[in-house]
């Protein structure tokens, strides 16, 4: 009789049938071949684990060994650092902010600079009015110009006032607008312009000129052919004065210069008389412009009269 075949191991028997189709069945059968048998001792895990569970295993081990390599390495960094001097390095600031703080220094100094510069040029004689130019003098004489100026030569220019010297300056009775500049690095500016006579009306103490705004600015001898104005009260701020004033400015030149006396006794009755004693009634000042085109071509007609009180129906006497 042959002899019984051997019992084969359930674990080998395991291993050696693992085949895709049955590893589904394996999992899931081997913990419980894994349990130890009544009588038996427990088996180590190292050689009962499955596949999965060792490759979990590995893998911690594998990040396990490569995080205490990597604390190793900054060990040793560290260490050479300290060798060779010392101090850790600290991280250096951004270059925005140093940058900035290049800027504000820089402010601060040319802000410096240019305070400092200011106190030296206000104070001190370096730019100072050595030389006092004035220009547009004619009536006006430049002496008139520096007494009412006050400007004492020598002075720093940044102290002196250019709009408080403009204003004694255009306070001058000839001088309609004034402006001061100063020119550096020694020189002080002054322009004026004068006032222009427009009309000439007699009092006790002489004759007295008006310019276009109507401000009596000077008693001497008229200009020739300047045109007298017979107003009650004339000035700036006379209604009258204003009226005969813009009558006169509407007039083309050759017809305003032909003009030797305006009558103003009120803003609506305005009478003209030419050099040649032509009259010409002109009116109120309602529509002036047109009244000063029509009147251009009347006076070529012959007559003594000419009434263009109604611009619509001039006529000739």
């Known amino acids: 009789m042959s002899e019984p075949s051997e019992p084969t191991d359930l674990a080998e028997t395991a291993d050696t049938a693992d085949t895709p189709e049955t590893a589904h069945e394996n999992a899931i059968t081997e913990p419980l071949l894994t349990q130890p048998q009544d009588g038996e001792t427990e088996a180590d895990p190292a050689e009962v684990e499955g596949p999965r569970r060792r490759a979990r295993r590995e893998r911690a081990e594998r990040r396990a060994a490569q995080a205490r390599a990597t604390a190793i390495e900054e060990a040793r960094r560290e ?4 060798a060779r ?7 250096k600031p951004a270059r925005g902010v140093v940058r900035g703080l290049k800027m504000l220094l820089m402010t601060v100094l040319l802000a410096v600079v240019g305070v400092g510069l200011a ?15 004035v220009s547009g003098t004619g009536a006006v004489t430049r002496e008139e110009v520096l007494d009412a100026a006050q400007v004492r030569p020598g002075t720093p220019l940044l102290q002196i006032n250019t709009n408080q010297v403009a204003d004694r300056v255009a306070a001058i009775r000839g001088v309609a607008s004034a402006r001061v500049q100063r020119q ?15 009309l000439v009306k007699d009092f006790p103490d002489g004759p007295h000129l008006f310019d276009r705004d109507g401000v009596d600015f000077a008693t001497a001898p008229p200009p020739p052919a300047l045109p007298y104005i017979d107003v009650a009260d004339p000035g700036p701020t006379d209604p009258d004065t204003k009226a005969a004033l813009a009558v006169l400015l509407a007039l083309r030149p050759e017809v305003a210069g032909q003009v030797g006396r305006i009558a103003a006794p009120s803003v609506s009755s305005i009478t003209l008389t030419l050099g040649d004693g032509r009259v010409v009634i002109w009116g109120s000042t309602d529509r002036t412009d047109e009244k000063a085109e029509k009147l251009a071509a009347l006076l070529t007609q012959p007559g003594r009269t000419y009434d263009i009180s109604s611009p619509d129906l001039p006529t000739v006497k």
């Open 79 to 82: 260490a050479k650092r300290q």
């Open 85 to 91: 001097g010392g101090i850790i390095d600290e991280p």
């Open 119 to 133: 106190l030296i040029l206000y104070f001190t004689p370096a730019m100072s009015a050595r030389n006092i130019v």
């Open 184 to 198: 550096y690095p020694s020189a002080l500016r002054i322009t004026i312009m004068e006032r222009v006579p427009m």
